[in-house]
């Protein structure tokens, strides 16, 4: 069966310090992988995804990058993290192709100072 | 901009009742329609899927989709305490790469 994997749970960073969120997937090949942040008592708000290594679109400019290494695996980024980049960050995958569902990791819950 | 609405609630229902969700969307080429719950503090788990008009029955849950009126609800039959999260709908956008428009959920709480 098919399981991913977000870490860390939770991450206190201080304003203006970099950012790294690692996300993989195991027992499904070539997935699409999604990051979101939620804001707390918000929905969802889809903040890159990919179809494959490599590829990466952006939903909303903003202070935040993605890259996709390996065939599962997805990570966020930030060079310098705002106050504005507090938020539940949340990873999904879901099979390529097809009107799929996607399935999320447990999410990162991110704290700036 | 594709947007997908839901009543924020809470809606409050007592233990052993139907609880009744609503989600209306916009973008009318969608195709596939998901339910996720969200207990607080955790992330979304899908529940229920559903493509075609009409009903769908899962255990104690219904989603039922009417794309004409643009239209998904979810019923939750002999609502449980354990029930009480956030339901969150999903719509997939019809432009392409399998991504989903969230609304931003109804809460729901169920008491005894």
């Known amino acids: 069966s098919q399981t991913i994997h977000q870490w860390p749970a939770t991450l206190v960073q201080p304003v203006g310090s970099p950012l790294s969120l690692e996300c993989t997937v195991e027992?499904?090949?070539?997935?699409?992988l999604y990051w979101y942040r939620q804001a707390a008592g918000r929905g969802l708000q889809l903040l890159f995804y990919s179809v494959g290594i490599g590829q990466i679109s952006s939903e909303v400019p903003q202070n935040l990058s993605a890259s996709r290494p390996q065939d599962r695996q997805f990570i966020l980024s930030s060079k310098k993290l705002l106050l504005s980049d507090s938020g539940f960050y949340l990873c999904a995958w879901g099979n390529s192709g097809g009107l799929q569902p996607q399935h999320f990791g447990d999410g990162t819950r991110l704290s700036i100072l | 901009q594709k947007e997908v609405e839901q009543n924020s609630g809470p809606l409050s229902v007592p233990e052993g009742a139907i609880a009744s969700l609503n989600c209306t969307y916009s973008d009318r080429g969608s195709q596939s329609f998901f339910w996720y719950r969200q207990y607080s503090g955790k992330s979304p788990e899908l529940i229920m899927f559903?493509?075609?008009?009409g009903d769908k029955e899962d255990g104690r849950f219904t989603a039922q989709l009417n794309k004409a009126s643009q239209y998904v609800s979810l019923l939750i039959r002999d609502s449980q305490p354990s029930d009480s999260a956030t339901y969150l709908c999903?719509?997939?956008?019809?432009?392409?790469?399998?991504?989903?428009?969230f609304g931003a959920g109804t809460r729901l709480a169920v008491h005894p």
């Open positions: 999903a719509v997939n956008y019809s432009g392409g790469y399998n991504k989903l428009i």
């Open positions: 027992g499904t090949s070539n997935p699409n």
């Open positions: 559903i493509y075609s008009n």
